[in-house]
């Protein structure tokens, strides 16, 4: 399963309606620019980032491949936003609940409350966001490689999914 763009952005404005609205709009707004796992997002930590440079290093587990990916302008004012709203910490992540860092199971609950604000009519949860990002690229006429490579796939049959069912691949053909 997997959200279709115009279900990212309902599901972006909803977690900011949330009590916590600007962590958790980034939450969601990262766990699908960077196709984070669960565990891999809430391990995201502050020295991960380079706001002057616009770059993330991304942690991959699952013996996965850690790439630097771009931080779009957008998402680098949430993350200083967030920033300026946590103040100082000793803590080194970048997502602390209230008892400190984030586990799965919070993840979970607080992508699933989102979806249920904005009235998707499915379930959400977080891993849906890693494969819509995959889809995402897809649909956007990025080669297998490049999906392959940004999801950290180290194995390309787990890539090509998102690519089998990209109907403009077809698109000219005939010209």
């Not at 995201?44 to 991304?58: C, K, N, P, T, Y």
């Not at 100082?88 to 249920?116: C, D, H, K, M």
Request: proline share 3%.
């Amino acid at each position: 399963m997997f959200l279709t763009e115009e279900e990212i952005r309902k599901l972006l404005l909803a977690a900011k309606q949330s009590k916590y609205g600007t962590r958790d709009h980034l939450m969601i707004l990262m766990a699908f620019r960077h196709a984070f796992r669960v565990s891999e997002l809430i391990d995201v930590r502050i020295s991960d980032l380079d706001l002057e440079a616009g770059r993330i290093f991304v942690r991959r587990l699952k013996s996965s491949t850690s790439t630097t990916q771009p931080i779009p302008g957008d998402e680098i004012r949430a993350i200083r936003a967030l920033l300026r709203l946590r103040g100082e910490t000793s803590s080194p992540y970048l997502f602390l609940g209230e008892r400190g860092p984030f586990t799965r199971q919070a993840v979970n609950y607080l992508v699933r409350q989102a979806g249920e604000r904005a009235n998707l009519g499915i379930r959400v949860h977080p891993h849906m966001l890693r494969h819509s990002t995959g889809f995402y690229l897809a649909n956007r006429g990025c080669d297998t490689r490049l999906i392959q490579d940004y999801l950290g796939h180290v194995n390309i049959n787990h890539t090509v999914r998102y690519t089998k069912t990209a109907a403009f691949r077809f698109e000219g053909l005939w010209k």
